[in-house]
């Protein structure tokens, strides 16, 4: 029986309540005494920080400038922890002290001593006040990776008493984190918590029973998280990235220590490397899905270098629900999956049957992303369908989230169903069909997206149509407005050629030629929202039903 979302939403909010009221229980008052107590005498290892490293990060840095989140923060000679930050985000960049890594590029003594100031004023005022950013569970497991893993940076040259109150207030942290770690948020912020856990009982002297135990909780959470083609429950392509980035220093730490490895550790990274080329376009950037944003090409190599199961992408990951087509030099990658759990669709997007197109060395067709360093409010205006290379009807999302702050931004309702065929023909072209029912309930419709590419990926056909709840096609227009978009890559340009049809040119001459011989494609203002340097301008294209149905063709011109 379907679950309509005026009957869902009292049934979360009786679950959050619930959920609230357990993890009060459970975890009790937060009293800085309760995680008080011994510190190891030493560090047996640093875990090595896959990220890139930013030299001019350092250099700034040393001269009282931190360039964090999109922007500066002139701190002079103080602490910035005693100055008032520029933005959330900016105070979670900080506090999970990530920016750690850039001052591997000036090891100097001065740069190492900086370092340590910093980190001395943050345990001097955050150290044991367990509240507000600094405390918030994700940013507490990256600090606790971050000072394992630049442990060599802060610690060098350091006294006795700097390096007793860094291991102290090291291990108080990781005690907080322990009894707190199942009542986090679900998904990649819980999974990097159990990271975080492991790598410190491997790194700091922990009895042999403290490093099973971490061990143990981590097969758990990879198990529950980690699907069995290798995508992430989140179904956020980028998820495998930022978890890799820990993955791999921790399996390596284990063994060359000679500990056991955790034994879903090894068989969870295979898995995860073939899904993170799954969304890989012919510009070696990830697609952007489920909150994706953009991926630095350093960053992406610097995790694909420990590839060992090179091969050919898959055509599908059925369990994370994406399909990929391609031939020749033409990649198109479709949702076709509805919203993950209530739980871990707080940051999901309303995306589903959207797709991404590249070509050659050019991403064409995309969705606008999710933004790096803006505010809630674009943060969720990259959530809508519109943001999406997919058909929207009456301006209303196909997944719909909540309006209320007790809720938080979660999906409450919408596509609840998505049936996928996909088939080859004999003159080898490869065809995909899926439905998707988030416009049931308000509409009664089903929306039904139909592509097909040729064998040598030059020809692109696709149709977009309407089924009544029955299943059989709609014979009449829809009673609401209903519109394809297509989001255009920025680095794209647009040119009219005739009523029916548009050129998409990229800077090296190549182009495919979009059109619609039923209908009338027009130009739009868009919204990238997922550039590297911000938000930023880009145009789309808009292809309106003038009845039940819709055709579009793409062609490749050289």
Not at 162 to 170: E, I
Not at 296 to 317: C, H, I, W
Not at 369 to 385: C, D, H, V, W, Y
Not at 469 to 483: D, M, R, V
Request: proline share 5%.
């Amino acid at each position: 029986m379907r679950i309509t979302e005026r009957h869902k939403l009292p049934l979360l909010y009786i679950r959050e309540t619930w959920q609230k009221l357990t993890r009060q229980l459970a975890v009790g008052h937060i009293y800085a005494w309760r995680f008080s107590g011994g510190a190891p005498s030493r560090l047996i290892v640093a875990p090595t920080d896959l990220r890139v490293v930013d030299p001019f990060v350092a250099e700034e840095i040393l001269e009282g400038r931190f360039p964090l989140a999109g922007r500066v923060l002139e701190c002079g000679d103080q602490s910035p922890f005693a100055l008032e930050l520029p933005s959330h985000l900016f105070a979670v960049r900080l506090h999970s002290f990530a920016w750690l890594r850039h001052l591997r590029a000036n090891k100097s003594a001065a740069a190492c001593a900086n370092a340590r100031a910093i980190v001395d004023d943050w345990i001097g005022l955050h150290g044991t006040r367990i509240r507000g950013v600094a405390w918030e569970t994700d940013i507490v497991a990256q600090r606790i990776i971050a000072w394992l893993s630049h442990s060599p940076v802060v610690l060098q040259e350091a006294d006795g008493g700097f390096y007793r109150r860094f291991l102290k207030n090291l291990a108080f942290q990781v005690r907080y984190l322990n009894r707190i770690a199942d009542h986090s948020d679900d998904g990649i912020v819980r999974l990097r918590i159990r990271i975080a856990l492991a790598m410190a009982s491997v790194s700091m002297f922990s009895s042999a029973r403290g490093i099973r135990r971490a061990s143990r909780h981590l097969d758990a959470e990879i198990d529950r998280q980690i699907l069995p083609d290798g995508g992430h429950i989140s179904r956020n392509p980028q998820s495998a990235l930022e978890l890799l980035f820990d993955l791999l220093p921790l399996r390596q730490t284990y063994i060359n220590l000679g500990h056991d490895v955790p034994v879903r550790l090894i068989p969870a990274i295979d898995r995860m490397y073939p899904a993170l080329r799954f969304f890989r376009h012919q510009d070696g950037a990830l697609a952007l899905f489920n909150g994706a944003t953009s991926t630095l090409a350093n960053d992406l190599m610097s995790v694909l270098r420990y590839d060992e199961t090179a091969g050919q992408p898959f055509k599908a990951l059925p369990h994370m629900h994406f399909q990929r087509l391609a031939a020749g030099g033409t990649v198109i990658i479709v949702d076709t999956g509805r919203p993950p759990s209530a739980d871990l669709s707080k940051t999901a997007h309303a995306g589903t049957l959207s797709f991404e197109m590249s070509s050659g060395k050019h991403r064409f067709i995309i969705n606008s992303g999710s933004p790096r360093f803006a505010g809630e409010k674009l943060r969720q205006m990259a959530r809508a369908t519109a943001a999406h290379s997919t058909v929207i009807v009456g301006d209303m999302s196909s997944s719909r989230m909540a309006r209320s702050r007790y809720l938080g931004p979660l999906i409450v309702g919408g596509v609840g169903k998505v049936d996928v065929k996909r088939g080859t023909a004999a003159d080898g072209s490869d065809h995909l069909s899926a439905i998707h029912d988030g416009y049931l309930d308000p509409f009664g419709l089903l929306h039904e997206r139909e592509i097909r590419i040729n064998a040598t990926g030059t020809k692109i056909v696709g149709r977009d149509r309407f089924l009544q709840a029955s299943g059989e096609p709609l014979t009449k227009n829809p009673q609401a407005p209903a519109i394809a978009r297509f989001h255009i890559h920025p680095a794209i340009s647009l040119v009219p050629i005739d009523e029916r049809s548009i050129r998409l040119e990229a800077s090296d001459g190549e182009s495919w030629v979009f059109s619609a011989p039923a209908g009338n494609p027009v130009i739009a203002e868009d919204v990238f929202f997922a550039a590297v340097s911000g938000v930023q301008p880009s145009e789309q294209i808009e292809l309106a039903f003038s009845g039940p149905e819709i055709w579009w063709f793409l062609s490749h011109h050289a």
